[in-house]
């Protein structure tokens, strides 16, 4: 299984930026599938990005579309979440999660939390209106 630590969270006010990272353990890191989701309270961790291996195809939740970017440094096995003009419905503890397996699936994106086999322990935003 995938080591994974998320990091960069903190307060912001609406408007401001954020960007996260997510270290990974393992050799092969670029070839898993990554993903982002988020959990608020009282609600379902919902997906808000992934990226494939290889090519980097990204995909994003509509409500975050325009505003988040997802990257990945396979050199630093690091995979980035770049969040701008945040919102306070923005506010939530925020996964980054791994497909280890996704290079026996050719380039699918996944968007479910079901699809994924390894999970960071979160890191929270929060922003202020």
């Known amino acids: 299984q995938v080591q994974l630590v998320e990091s960069g969270g903190g307060l912001v006010q609406a408007g401001d930026s954020l960007r996260l990272s997510c270290a990974a353990s393992g050799r092969t890191f670029s070839s898993y599938a990554m993903g982002w989701f988020r959990q608020a309270p009282g609600k379902e961790r919902d997906f808000v990005a992934s990226?494939?291996?290889?090519?980097?195809?990204?995909y994003y939740a509509d409500s975050v579309k325009g505003r988040f970017t997802i990257s990945r440094d396979n050199a630093r096995n690091t995979v980035y979440l770049e969040m701008n003009s945040l919102k306070p419905e923005d506010t939530a503890v925020y996964y980054c999660?791994?497909?280890?397996?996704?290079?026996?699936?050719?380039?699918?994106?996944?968007?479910?939390?079901?699809?994924?086999?390894?999970w960071g322990q979160g890191t929270q935003v929060t922003v202020s209106s």
């Open positions: 999660a791994a497909k280890s397996s996704a290079r026996y699936y050719g380039l699918s994106l996944y968007t479910q939390a079901a699809d994924f086999d390894s």
């Open positions: 990226i494939t291996w290889g090519p980097g195809n990204t």
